[in-house]
């Protein structure tokens, strides 16, 4: 009995997107405690109070339990394992309450403004372009509802001298520029156009780190979720908008776990403001000439951010190039047994990081056939599906680049697949 009420308290992490918060207190706070029944002999003598005490005992529990459960079923969906599409009783599942962070209370949703949250991606050349219009296919693709920025350099795309010449007759109009009319006008990309942040003596990647930490800075939303773009999104990450309020969200470096306790910048979750952008740029300046946007992010937020779950927001595609029992770090636990194939549906947001193996727009087919992942054996059963979904992750990326940058009459992205 005692297990199963501390089960239910530990779903209270799970539960301010459920309900009021009134109601993720209301269970375990309003447990009698001991020292509240003075004289409880006494009162037991009576045997009014001997009948009424269990009576109220078991109201209370029905009520408990039965809200409890009430709050189970309104997980949003894609954090349980199954969504069933009726409840027991055969009625259409309820819909899960919304939660509002800008009034800090639950709404319907059709009262959320959407248009206060967007994915953010940031480009400081024409190489990134191409895999972050990419990753805004996708999003279109899932249909998610927030908005989508692209933070651009500015020199790239003339928005205004673009729409006063039709890109097809303009044989000025950069490739770069038409990719950035098709995010906009086929994937309703908002396009933000950016000054690349640069540092005397830095090299590129420098550049490109600080230039994400503008996420802070799109202060016209109330909160971004920054993405890194070498990655693919196989799930709509709408739910992470509705978190209760907190200045950054992000996963853990589950793969550095626990030898080393870092948050991954490849996905932040952030509310942008004067104040926090401010502070960010201030971190910026002390930078030493090691640290990129991971450390800043580290230094500012690594013992106060909100922590999300890996397994969702932040698989490694590596992972499945790893012997089945060394996959303690990805589990968090030495109970659970590895199955990829329940991995991979967890996923929503899957970064390519599979070294040597280069990034999937570069040339990988040399070192591609030795190092993807192994067949194992399971139960005495000859396995290759980690094989199959690593592979699928790098096909699909290669079939969507195709497809989604060279729609345009231009050559550079064949000019850069030979380069690369
Ligand atoms: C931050 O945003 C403001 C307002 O949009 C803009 O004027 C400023 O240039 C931005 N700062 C940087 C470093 O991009």
Redesign the pocket.
């Known amino acids: 009995m005692f297990s199963r009420v501390l089960a239910f308290w530990q779903q209270a992490p799970y539960s301010p997107l459920n309900g009021s918060p009134a109601a993720a207190d209301g269970g375990p706070t309003s447990s009698p405690s001991p020292k509240s029944w003075p004289g409880v002999t006494a009162l037991l003598a009576s045997r009014r109070i001997r009948l009424l005490v269990p009576t109220v005992l078991i109201i209370c529990i029905f009520l408990f339990f039965g809200h409890r459960y009430d709050a189970l079923s309104s997980l949003p969906a894609g954090w349980r394992k199954e969504d069933s599409p009726t409840s027991d009783t055969g009625a259409p599942t309820k819909q899960p309450p919304i939660w509002d962070p800008s009034t800090g209370a639950p709404a319907n949703d059709g009262t959320v403004d959407w248009s206060r949250f967007a994915y953010t991606q940031y480009v400081t050349d024409s190489h990134y372009l191409c895999n972050s219009v990419m990753l805004f296919e996708r999003l279109h693709h899932l249909g998610s509802r927030a908005d989508r920025v692209m933070m651009y350099p500015a020199q790239m795309f003339n928005p205004n001298a673009a729409a006063a010449v039709p890109a097809a007759a303009n044989g000025r109009t950069s490739d770069d520029a038409r990719l950035l009319m098709k995010a906009r006008d086929e994937y309703g990309v908002k396009l933000v156009p950016?000054?690349v942040?640069r540092r005397e003596g830095a090299d590129e990647t420098w550049a490109e780190s600080f230039t994400k930490l503008?996420a802070f800075?799109?202060?016209?939303y109330t909160r971004v979720l920054s993405l890194d773009s070498d990655s693919v999104i196989l799930q709509s990450m709408d739910e992470l908008f509705l978190l209760p309020p907190c200045p950054v969200a992000m996963p853990r470096a589950y793969w550095l776990y626990p030898d080393n306790k870092i948050l991954s910048s490849q996905l932040i979750l952030a509310q942008p403001s004067a104040d926090e952008?401010a502070r960010v740029?201030a971190r910026v300046e002390e930078a030493g000439g090691n640290d990129y946007d991971m450390e800043i992010v580290n230094y500012l937020y690594g013992d106060s951010a909100l922590v999300l779950p890996h397994r969702p927001y932040d698989l490694v595609s590596g992972e499945f190039r790893e012997a089945p029992d060394k996959h303690g770090r990805y589990l968090g636990n030495a109970d659970e047994r590895w199955d990829a194939v329940a991995a991979f549906n967890e996923a929503k947001f899957v970064h390519f990081s599979d070294w040597p193996v280069p990034k999937p727009w570069l040339d990988i087919e040399k070192t591609r056939w030795s190092k993807q992942p192994d067949c194992f054996e399971r139960d005495g059963v000859a396995s290759c599906v980690e094989r199959e979904i690593w592979n699928t992750l790098y096909d699909e990326f290669k079939e969507r680049r195709k497809r989604v940058c060279t729609h345009v009459p231009g050559e550079h992205l064949r000019r850069r697949r030979q380069r690369g």
């Open positions: 950016i000054q942040q503008l800075n799109q202060t016209q952008f740029l």
